[in-house]
């Protein structure tokens, strides 16, 4: 399982290495914004073991660049980041 990397994310929004810290501390919440609103006491491998790593990676990347540029308070995640978050509950849930 390989969950997208700060330096990945930082080469698709063509970012300074500087914001390194930045963009982890973005990606850490992602990840545990996916999973806490998956499956209570989940962890990123049951989400990712149930669902599909390239739709988890692409909605870690959506909320990271939501958040990094201000989406958020303006019209929350976006269509294409709740998408992604209702396949994955989706997926987990018809996975048990």
Not at 10 to 17: G, K, S
Not at 21 to 36: G, M, R, T
Not at 65 to 90: D, H, K
Request: hydrophobic share 40%; no cysteine; aromatic share 8%.
């Amino acid at each position: 399982m390989t969950i997208v990397t700060s330096e990945v994310i930082i080469n698709e929004l063509h970012l300074d290495m500087s914001e390194k810290a930045q963009i982890e501390s973005l990606i850490n919440f992602a990840k545990d914004y996916i999973v806490s609103t998956t499956v209570k006491g989940g962890t990123v491998d049951d989400i990712v073991a149930k669902t599909n790593e390239n739709i988890f990676n692409q909605a870690v990347r959506g909320i990271v660049s939501s958040l990094y540029f201000g989406n958020v308070e303006q019209s929350g995640f976006g269509i294409q980041s709740i998408v992604l978050l209702n396949a994955i509950r989706n997926m987990y849930q018809g996975g048990e």
